[in-house]
T-cell receptor
Framework: GALVYQYPRRTICKSGTSMRMECQAVGFQATSVAWYRQSPQKTFELIALSTVNSAIKYEQNFTQEKFPISHPNLSFSSMTVLNAYLEDRGLYLC???????????FGSGTRLLVI | QQKVQQSPESLIVPEGGMASLNCTFSDRNSQYFWWYRQHSGEGPKALMSIFSNGDKKEGRFTAHLNKASLHVSLHIKDSQPSDSALYFCAVTPSNSAGNKLTFGIGTRVLVRP
């Protein structure tokens, strides 16, 4: 079956430092990878959508300068939270899918705590 | 900009009862609809999808879609304690790779034994 692994599961970083999180797709080819943030009291905010052979599309309020994303092949993606502050706390979810006809498979997320 | 709203915010259902979750969306071009379920400490998992108007049944779960009314619902029959989770409605305008999935804020379901 299709699985997505995210690591680390949780991490703590000091305010102003950066933190990289990774996403591995197993059992399918991740042609599209979507990075979301789930904050307390909020639903999933889409940060950016990366599709093979297309530029990475960032949503309003999220920038490449703050959340650089790499999607180098069909099984892996990473995202860095640069210069993290309290408002960046939350559960970062990676969702991946193969082609246009399947649903997104999500990982268990990386929970970021900023102190 | 697509807006997806869910109701109720939370729901308590007795074991064996029926849970009904509602979702409305704003973009009339929306074509594909998903229900995701998230248990505590995990990522969301796709429960079922629906693309055509009417009902779609998968086991104890039935989704209903009415595009004209901008409404999709999920009904859980014979609810079990393991159904206790956060349920999210997600909508996309089409299934092409570049289209994003917009989520509602979720309905928290608690099934009481």
């Amino acid at each position: 079956g299709a699985l997505v692994y995210q690591y680390p599961r949780r991490t703590i970083c000091k305010s102003g430092t950066s933190m990289r999180m990774e996403c591995q797709a197993v059992g399918f080819q991740a042609t599209s990878v979507a990075w979301y943030r789930q904050s307390p009291q909020k639903t999933f905010e889409l940060i950016a959508l990366s599709t093979v052979n297309s530029a990475i599309k960032y949503e309003q309020n999220f920038t490449q300068e703050k959340f650089p994303i790499s999607h180098p092949n069909l099984s892996f993606s990473s995202m860095t939270v640069l210069n993290a502050y309290l408002e960046d706390r939350g559960l970062y979810l990676c969702g991946a899918r193969e082609g246009a006809s399947s649903d997104y498979t999500f990982g268990s997320g990386t929970r970021l705590l900023v102190i | 900009q697509q807006k997806v709203q869910q109701s109720p915010e939370s729901l308590i259902v007795p074991e064996g009862g029926m849970a009904s979750l509602n979702c409305t969306f704003s973009d009339r071009n929306s074509q594909y609809f998903w229900w995701y379920r998230q248990h505590s400490g995990e990522g969301p998992k796709a429960l079922m999808s629906i693309f055509s108007n009417g009902d779609k049944k998968e086991g104890r779960f039935t989704a209903h879609l009415n595009k004209a009314s901008l409404h999709v619902s999920l009904h859980i029959k014979d609810s079990q304690p393991s159904d206790s989770a956060l349920y999210f409605c997600a909508v996309t305008p089409s299934n092409s790779a570049g289209n994003k999935l917009t989520f509602g804020i979720g309905t928290r379901v608690l099934v009481r034994p």
